[in-house]
Every structure is written in structure tokens, then in C-alpha cells.
């Protein structure tokens, strides 16, 4: 039987690992896949530095795209490069070539997915991304083909380890934020640059990805509201845990009225709450269907070998198809619904919060904060007011009702001008209590 | 278009909800499966009883599978009658008859899914089961493709929605068994006769149908070992707890050294571990891949909507390839791997043991109790000695290291004949650590 062969665009650390398994599950790949199958060449731009615990033998291994692009026999390409720019022209040219395409490649989609998705569907090719969100998780098999039969009301995900291994060390140990990430990029948990982890642009793209399947609409990347970890401090964690919270970098989505909103933010959550339990790299997405209820999936959200899990069930998915003959399934790809949400414009999302003040502490004080938050219609659950933190400033915590995000923007405004608050002390934290 | 053509098999709690999501869900179910879809006609041996929020119209309703069986026109058919044997036939006759099949009759498939699976195969027709397994939790899609690149290591399930709710509730009030039971039933949460549920036998058929697909191997039902939790006393769960752990039904398959282990029965896990938060009638199942490592999935295991979801997950997805013209996929079916997995003898299973023993208070128990142990090669990890519970009886409690079944089925039997421990209090719970 004709082989299925794949080209490898980037042999990176997940690269590697897909070329690995490979080499170490040929023989249960090709059995699921019914026909043989083979890395047929590789392409980086470093071709020099040897990765570890990998031999690519006598496999054609260049630093010219064209290798792979242009070779016909090659049926699948796996782009692996990461970044926008490259990647979205080579899959472009792929699926233009009749090659069939398996991505990791997060930011692409989040930026450039529509135009992807109608190239593949225009070309009658998959285009298939398991190992985009949530790396070993399968989360896009079960939102395309588990939640078939669903409307999703809501979909929460903690979707970047880096930025949850941070929170859990904070947790666990009453540690500071730039202690906690300098030891995770020392173990290999944090990156160099970790903006895009710690501040909640990886787990914008991700919910992208997913909120384009589960609610079968167009999502401008654009239009989610990020805001990262990093101004979290132990004082706000060891306030949630008091109050039977847990905070964690929740990346949300909900959809009701005929709006869809979609935010990613640190959250309050139930300690009790299923999500609360996912601790350090690890990954997970709770889901609401109309028919379903509740659904949770959890499992490694990074590495080398999870990620290239979730490629190779990419891959012997379009191989096994190939193999028996049947190639195009434009509708694996995702549905963009005939009756598009609208996203609900950030003021008008609705929550409860954490409010955080540093106070003078003045008899008055707690009055007037109290004050703005009821001009605003914003209503209180519960007050905290703690010793004094240092001369003559005390921390004062108040848990709100759910409120509109515009009102309490508003009020978060006009208590930072007080001038019994300490410049720049105040701050809110997003409660979600449903989950 | 030409519509997709649906035979519904079996019009009880499950067939009503799979006829209520036709009609509530029809638009979005058409769009992905990209043709119209109609459920054609409806059997159930009970054509009387008014289905509570279903009207079928004018939907041909017959107690005669022939007006579905010998109808050419139904593509699709569900079954949905429950039972062996009857079900057996039909399901048979329907493929040889040119249709697909999507069934959720786990029962059915963990005795005969050898000869179901083959002759699916030889009639080139799609058998879809995603509803057999945890109800409405894609696990047969997470494990036929999501983990298609994996050698399963481990399984655990809490595939049993009725024992979990019975042993939440002994756990959290403190209640006996029977006690529970009752609620369960008059809630609506345990059958009249709930003894496949609380005594294991529906958790091993799931047990059954999942490691067949995980191990890639043929699994005889009877050689499951089967343990349910109607001995699992409210003191075995305290004790259970002040140790740190908490008592589940699991399902568990493991392999190893070329054999495979599997087994369910009530179990020890740590009560910081994934499985322990899983209450009520919720389902979960944990697994580790060698690749992607460990995973779980979390949500509703039976219920008529969540049952209804997986029953129309596999619908849509036979529905979108007919539609595309692309029918016979084999390979999506069980695959039994080449070299299958050898079945570990029970006796030669290792665990960890809770012992429990009702011994007349006399200063020797201990001593004979332990020698017995010491004798069949099982070491002691601890010891808790209770007061007395009641004239001359007090409870002996030991945890062991990791010994085999056999030398402790041996050892229980020595321990039962001692003439200071009372008639019958001698039993086992096992304790498993790595999950």
C-alpha cells in the first residue's frame, strides 16, 4: 500500500517530539492509520544543533520550505515554525499545493483563521489544529464531534501553564509573582520573554480558537478582553482563600440573549469548584451544553511529547482518510453559524468582584467608597477591613454583588481619586461563582 | 438534499430525549452534518404511554422493527431497546441490511461487541457507541482518535453514576447503604432492581467496552473481576477518611509487562486526587497515554439529555460522511491490536489493602492477625486499634504495602477461620495511590 507521507515545517521542541513519536509508535500509528506512513523531510532553519534523544538518520533535512511545499508526494504538512507571518504564507501554499495541513499554531488562528478555514475549504483540504489549544487535551474532537448536538452556554478554561503553575506556587508557598516566574523560567515552565503567557495573550488565542467551534461564529481577536496575572499579589490570594476562593487565569466565554462575551481574566473562583483543583502546569476546559450540562476536560496543556499527542491524532485522522480513499470533509472545519453572535461589548459584561483599597485610615473612609460603588448600582456582599498595613495605611476588601463592568470601571475611577486612597492601591479581582 | 433518514429503536428514557433533540435542535444538527436529517420512524414494544414532552406528530410509531429494519430508505438506525439478546438481532439485521448503527447498549456490547464489531466490518457499515460509555462524556472519541498516537498505561473510571450518588451520600451524612439506596430509588437515581448497578456488573461492561478500545485488544467479559458497594459500611468510609482517602467505584485496566489487569470494585484514592472531587451522579474517567500523560474527562454518565448528546454526536458524524458521500470507515471501529495483551490472572494482581476485622478483645489478636499476613508474604504499612464497639468485640484495622491478591485472598481466609475474630467481619477494601 502507497505510503502516507509527511513533511515537518519546524523542528522545534514539539517538532522533535512529533519525529520521536514516530520513530517509537510506528507500528500502532500505521495499524490505526491502515496504511504505511513516513516523515518524508524536515525543514528548520537551524539544521546544525542536534536536538536530544532524536536521530533523523538519512531523513531529507534542510532549511528550504520548498523541500516539502514543492515535493508532491508529499501528502500531509505539519507546521510547527510558530509565529504569524511565515507560517500563515506557507499553509496558505500548502493547502494551495493540495496538501492536507496539522498546525500547533495558536496565534495564526486566533489572527488569521477565517481566511484559513475558507482556503481549506476552497481547496477541498483539512486543516485540522487539535494540538492548538490545551496541547494533549482533545478538546477540539470533543467540541466539533462530542458537543455535536449542543448550543454551548458557557465555556471556561485555564489554558496557559505558565501563568497557572505561576499562581499555584503563589498559592501554595505565599511567594511573589517575579519570584515565582524567575524559578519557573529556570525549570523551563516560564519563557524568556513570558509576556504573552503571563499576560493572557496565549490564553486570548486559545479561547479564539475554541470560541469560533463552540459557538460557531466569527471572533475578531481583537474584541476579547486580556489581562494577565501579573499584578496579582499573595496579599490578594490569601484574601480569596479566606473568603473560600481560589484565583485563577480563567479564560471565559458565555453566550446568552443573542451576545456572546468572551474575556480572559484573573478569576475568583469556588475552592470547591472542579477548576480550583487544577494545579500547576496542568490544563482544563468545564463546558455547559444545552444537552450535555456539564463536561470537563483536563490533562498536560504543553510539552513536547503531550503536544505532539494531539498532532499525531491529527495526522492519523487525514492518513486513515487518505488511506481508505476519503479525503475532503469541508465540514470538519469550523462552522461559522448562519445566525453570527454579537459580541457583547465589554462595559455591558456582568460580574461580581474583589475590590482591593489602600486606605488612610480615616473614620470616613469606608463611607465613601461604599458611597461611589451604590451611585454606581453597585451593590455590596461583604466588607474586609484588616489591621494597618503600614503607617497609616489600611487595606480595605470588598466583595460586590454581580454588577456591570461599565458601572464598576466607573467606580473603580472615582474611588482611585479619593484622597484617602493611596495612589494607584486600588484594584478588582472578577468573581465567578456558577462554574 | 436527500435527507438523511433516521429509524429510532426503542422509545424509553433515552429514545424520548434522542426524539426530543431532533426536534429542538434540528437546525444546527442539519448544519453540521451539512444535509437534512429526519427521524423516520419510531419502535417501541409500548406504543400507548404518553412520553412526557414529546410529541412525534405524525411520526409512523409501531411496535414492528421491520418498518424500520425493511424500510430502504432509513440510512441511520439508533438502538436504543436495551437487553441482549433481542438487541443482538436487530442490530445484525440492520447492518447486514445495509445500515448504520449507533447503539448505547453497553451491556450488549461488553458480551458480544466481537461478533457486532466483525460484522460491521464485513458489511462495511459504521457502529457508533459513544453513548454506551459515561453518558454523555466523549471518552470513546478521546480515546479512538485524541489518543490515537498513545500506548494506554492506566484507566480508572467512575463509570457508575448510582453507586457514586450512594457512596457521596453515605460519605457526606454518615448513612448506611440500604438507607441510601432507598433515597436513590425514590429520586430516581437507582433502578427498582438496582443490582447491576450497585453490585459492578454495569460499571464492567463499560469497563469492558473501553479497554477493547484503549488496549487495542479482545477482553472476555467473565474474566473481569467484579466487586460492587453494597458491603461498603458508613465506618469504612470514616475510617477511609481519617486516613486521608476516600472510597470510589472504580473500573481499572492497567497493563504492563505484556498483560493486562482489570478489575472493579470499591477503591481507596488519596481525597487530594482528581477522581476523589467527582460526586453524585457524575462520571469520570482518568487515563495515562505514554505520550500525552495524564488526562481526565468529568461529566453527566447517564440521564436522558446527556445520553441523548453522545447518541446524536455519533448520528451527526455517520450523517456528515453520507452526506459527503463517504460511508465505510473500518477503521473507526474497536481495533483488536496484533499482538494482543495476555490477561493478568486476578491472583496475581498487586494493590495496597484496607483490612478490616471484628476480633474479641483479647490481648493475642493482633499477633495472630499480623503473623497470618507476615506468613503470606503481605507487609504492614499501619495499624489502627479502636475501642470497644460493643460487648467484647472491637474493631482492628490494618493498611498493607502493595502484596498480591492471591496471598491476600489466602490471608483473609486464615484470618476469617481465627477462632478470636467474629464469624463474617473480616473483609478488604483495595487502595490504589498512583492514580
Redesign the interface.
Known sequence: MKPIRVGLLGLGTVGAGVAK?CAS?RE??E????APVELAAVVDKDTTTPREGLDLGSLPFSDDPAKILGDPSIDIVVELIGGVEAARELILKALEGGKHVVTANKALLATHGAELYAKARACGRMLAF?AAVAG???II??VK???????VNSLYGIVNGTSNYILTKMTDEGSEFGQVLKEAQARGYAEADPTFDVEGVDSAHKLQVLATLAF?TAVKFDDIYVEGVSKITPQDIALAREMGFRIKLLAIAKSGDGALELRVHPTMIPE?S?MA?VSGV?NAVFMN?D??????????GA?Q??T???V??DI??IA??L??G?A????DLP?L??KPLQLKPFAEVRSAYYLYVLAKDQPSVLSRITGILGANDISIASVIQKGHQRSGAVPVVIMTHVAREGDMGKALQAIQGLPVVESGSARIIRIEESE
Open positions: 513519536v509508535h500502532e500509528l495499524e490505526k492509520i491502515g487539535e494533549g487535551i482533545p474532537r470533543a464531534e462530542g458537543l455535536a448536538a449542543n448550543r460557531r470547591d472542579p483543583a496542568f451544553g444537552v450535555v450540562g456539564d463536561l470537563m476536560f483536563y490533562g498536560r510539552g511529547l503531550p505532539a499527542s494531539s499525531w491524532a492519523v485522522e486513515r482518510r488511506a481508505s476519503q475532503a470533509v469541508p465540514q462552522i453559524g448562519n
